[in-house]
């Protein structure tokens, strides 16, 4: 059965990439694709950003949620919550891949979302996902006599920092020791003169150009070190995680899927 697929972010970057990677899958269909209201795209042929012309439907500033089966987000906080409460309460599942959010902000989002199937994950990338398991095993062999430190670099216009996935890549490394990031995570280094603080996760972050997403983690102990690193190289990677994720999840019954699930690795 094909799987009708609305979109949101009509005029974002991912949000182009997604609708993208929609029209391309053979088992779903494109049935919406919803720009901010305002957006010079609204009412503007869907074609022009999905580059196929038998695409037919027009970009909406009104998600439509009549004929869909699930709806795929990377917007912005504010919306994606408008749009999750759309989903609850039209019963539609939900794959998020917005970052961002502030801790009221994810609470609200959990909530909201309780009636529904939905997968929210920080990196739709494979071999991310793939890096959280890595890292975990890294921490659990090595973590104990290691600094550790995660750099990121993305394109300038990231407004975010540091990113959900650097984020999610220093809780897997957290959690497979023992500890709580929130408790050894270090983001600023610039307000006090001391040495570096045993046992804590040191980050850092780059924004310039079009860098689509660099993240690296580095284990650094007496005499070696280990750096699991993940480039990606287009935002196809997230787009086709989330396209598959929402394939996962669409006939699922309510409840938070992760991409660990979509993966087999949980
Ligand atoms: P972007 O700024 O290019 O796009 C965001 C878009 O959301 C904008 O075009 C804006 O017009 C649109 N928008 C805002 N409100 C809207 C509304 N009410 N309805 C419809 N559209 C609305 O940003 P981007 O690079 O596309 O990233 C979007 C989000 O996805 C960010 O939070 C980013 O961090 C995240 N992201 C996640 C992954 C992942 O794998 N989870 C990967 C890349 C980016």
Request: glycine share 8%.
């Amino acid at each position: 059965m094909t799987l009708r697929v609305a979109v949101t972010g009509a005029s974002g970057r991912m949000g182009q990439a997604v609708a993208r990677a929609v029209a391309a899958e053979p088992d779903a269909e494109l049935v919406s694709l919803v720009a901010r209201p305002g957006s010079s795209l609204v009412g503007t042929s869907a074609a022009s950003v999905v580059g196929d012309k038998r695409c037919a439907i027009a970009i909406s500033d009104t998600l439509d949620l009549q004929s869909t089966d699930i709806v795929i987000d990377f917007t912005l906080p504010e919306s994606s919550l408008v749009t999750a409460s759309a989903c609850a309460a039209a019963g539609i599942p939900i794959v998020i891949g917005t970052t961002g959010f502030t801790a009221a902000e994810q609470a609200e989002m959990e909530s909201t979302l309780a009636p529904v199937a939905r997968c929210q994950a920080a990196n739709f990338s494979m071999g991310v996902n793939l890096a959280y398991r890595l890292l975990s095993l890294a921490a659990k062999v090595m973590g104990a006599e290691s600094d550790i430190e995660i750099h990121e670099a993305h394109h300038k216009h990231k407004i975010d920092a540091p990113s959900g996935t650097a984020l999610a890549m220093g809780r897997a490394v957290a959690d497979a020791m023992g500890h709580s990031l929130d408790d050894i995570a270090r983001y600023d280094r610039s307000a006090k003169r001391e040495v570096r603080d045993p046992g804590s996760i040191g980050f850092s972050v780059t924004r310039a150009g079009e860098i689509v997403g660099e993240h690296t983690v580095l284990f650094a102990s007496e005499g070696e070190q280990l750096e699991i690193t993940h480039k990606a190289g287009s935002r196809d990677a997230f787009a086709n995680g989330a396209v598959r994720a929402a394939k996962f999840i669409a006939s699922k019954p309510a409840g938070a899927y992760t991409m660990a699930d979509v993966l087999g690795l949980s």
